[in-house]
């Protein structure tokens, strides 16, 4: 079965660079969701689309930002990056139905130098 | 505000043996989703189980069932016959508005 699709997989830049990482949902799948998982840590919600429009933003700093095309991929723009943003990035899809279940794709390894 | 805790960092378990990994939440909402995810080494975010707070009955998935205790608010994962691969942190989130809030993780260790 396709599952959710990121890329790139893994991003190296350096500090006030800009990154844009990008996710492609599962076929048919209306929502997208974005997190950020530090070192150590569990997943953090950063934001999230619904049929093309933000539907929910959790702790997603305002150098970020991201938007869902038309084709219901997404893009997590992140601007004056910092060492702190070093992180995993998942994108999660799901179809608006009761349940919900969100899947996860690989994320992207980001490294801030 | 919503919280999930997962009191136990790591756990181990012996190859076939029976785990369980705990973890309570804490929520206002009547009507919720609670999920376990597992992350292996390559830190890919694995959907293990998932169950619907409406729902008296425990969700299993083949060696994956749950015990859910809606009053008490506790939701663990028992794992059954382990495995190797079964070596990962496992995350317990519940769907809170649109996003998932997970609790800390427990890393399960699985010993040949």
């Known amino acids: 079965a396709a599952g959710v699709i990121q890329s790139p997989r893994h991003l190296i830049k350096e500090k006030r660079e800009t990154a844009t990482l990008k996710c492609y949902p599962i076929p048919r799948h209306d929502t997208v969701y974005w997190y950020q998982q530090g070192p150590g840590q569990d997943p953090q919600f950063l934001i999230s689309f619904y049929e093309k429009m933000q539907s929910d933003k959790g702790s997603i700093p305002d150098r970020f930002s991201a938007q869902q095309f038309s084709d219901y991929h997404s893009e997590l723009n992140m601007s004056s990056l910092e060492l702190g943003d070093s992180a995993l990035y998942f994108c999660?899809?799901?179809?608006?139905?009761?349940?919900?279940?969100?899947?996860f794709g690989p994320g992207t390894r980001l490294l801030v130098l | 505000a919503q919280t999930v805790t997962q009191s136990q960092p790591e756990m181990s378990v012996q190859e076939a043996e029976t785990v369980t990994l705990s973890c309570t939440y804490d929520t206002s909402e009547s009507d919720y989703y609670l999920f376990w995810y597992k992350q292996p080494p390559s830190r890919q975010m694995i959907l293990v189980i998932r169950q619907e707070a409406y729902k008296q009955q425990n969700a299993t998935e083949n060696r994956f069932s749950v015990n859910f205790q809606k009053a008490a608010k506790s939701f663990s994962l028992k794992i059954s016959d382990s495995q190797l691969g079964d070596a990962a942190m496992y995350f317990c989130a519940n769907k809170y508005g649109n996003k998932l809030v997970f609790g800390a993780g427990t890393i399960l260790r699985v010993k040949s």
């Open positions: 999660a899809s799901s179809l608006l139905d009761r349940g919900e279940t969100q899947y």
